[in-house]
């Protein structure tokens, strides 16, 4: 037996299988990059004349044919096809970045100039010059901070606990009763409602109460929260189904109340990812144009009341400014790179708020 | 402190379907009962309908009477939540709170039920608790540290502190081993001898050695056949059990002749 097996092992003709393979060099990537952003400027701007504006795409195209090619010749087609699809994967990536760094850069661009001292502490109000008489026109903005601020947290007052709620029953009581499933399905339409609509059913809501053509700070409040409400409820939902049962269960067995579980064990462990929700639909609301247009109007000076008379918000502002004229296009910029500063601000607190309450680990 | 439970003709049902038929035993106080068979026969079903935990699960229902000291625990007029504060729990894979730290997780059968307690009788029900989970000597120098970042063995331990914190009379146990290595597994059958002398212990096992070692008496549940309900087949002191069992499925199963 032994005789036999050492007979196989010596009489071995094949040599075992090898692991080395031919590899392109290390730097293969960066090399035809080179290469092709080469051949791309000389065969364009410098010799034929073509617009700079061509090279990137024809450097990108060049890329993407010459390296999976020369992969083919040496490493065979397994890496060809691995290096192709890793060099659309990343394209994909960088076209779906540059709108959004543009987006950015260019509201920074275009409103920078317009932000100064006055123009984050004054409203609108004309005032009249002591020394030459002459009406001036108002310089700030800050009665639109306040408004889009107060307006924005009237409506995340209203519908974090509505939302929340909600999320709760349909994880936590619902299940899968008829009642969830009817209340899952609206929630899903009102996600789709168009934002106009949402402002004319709230103009609608409180005709009932007031006068027609009145519009208050809290009536946008309402009109953002039907829009709010939906994203809270959604991704309360899956957060609080991302908490394992075995959880739940270990409070049970200690004999905490179904209640108690919920709001001491379920709510903080998703507490992050709630907590990010909410974030999420507070800055799909704070940009909002339309519905604030027709609930809330629009003013030139300081309305802190949410409760009484018109106010000013950003996005309201912005068009306003907008419509008025080239001359105040700066001030519809400047508004417009704050608003972009007060999204990212909250959301970037939300961040660090979600980091200290997410669950540790320890390691 | 420690209570004994009677159980006559208990059907367990998940919805429609029976998943456990017509057990009749009884626990004796003061002893570990084991409870051993095949996977999907209701072992886990049964202990959990022991502290009205098989209710949690949406559709599921039981008939049949449990009694504890006395008392029916399927009465209508019982609070499930009294029920698990008398019968502790700990679960087959290790489920400290993610947001709580040692300490935290300890109390947190105190603190969750908003019980007020002081912080030097709280430092004192945590050393004792921990203590009692043989655990306190790992962990007395990072109390403050998360629950999740403790091995499996010792988040298991914890979870054991944390059930016998709330001070119940019961403690069931859903193979509280089976994701452990021999190390932590003999550390936590140390721990239910201790236990013995002042909790009923109910534990699921799988391991027939482990049965074996711990428990004074064993029940060996089984499936007539594959979509049939469990039964209970023979509860019998474990000695008796591991020598003369009175069943010959039972001593099938034991001596790995099963199948």
Redesign the interface.
Known sequence: MSTDLSDVATDTTFPPPSLVRARLPRQATLIVGVLALALAVLGGPLLTGASWYSVPFVAGLLLVVLLPLWSLQVEGRRAAVDRLVTLLVTYAVTLALVPLVWVLAYTVIQGLPAINWAFLTKDQTTTLDPVTFKQMPGAGVLHAIVGTLLITLGATIISVPIGLLTAIYLVEYG??SRMARIITVLVDVMTGIPSIVAGLFAVALFTQFGSVGTRIGFMGSVALSLLMIPTVVRSGEEMMRLV?A????????????KW??IL??VV??A?GGILTGVMLAVSRVIGETAPLLVAVGTVDYMNTNLFSGRMQTLPVFIVSKYKQGADLLELAWGAALILVILVMVLNLTARIIGKI?A????? | MAKSIDVSDLNIYYGDFLAVEGVNMTVKARSVTAFIGPSGCGKSTFLRSLNRMHEVIPGARVEGKVVVDGQSLYDPSVDPVAVRRQIGMVFQRPNPFPTMSIYDNVLAGKRLNAKKVKKSEADALVEKSLRGANLWSEVKDRLDKPGMGLSGGQQQRLCIARAIAVEPEVLLMDEPCSALDPISTSAIEDLIHELKSDYTIVIVTHNMQQAARVSDDTGFFNLKATGEPGHLVEFNPTKKMFTAPDNDATEAYISGRFG
């Open positions: 299940a899968k394992p075995d959880l739940r269960e270990a409070s049970y067995a200690l004999g905490v109340p108690r579980t001491k064990v903080p462990t507490f309450f669950p540790k680990t320890g390691r």
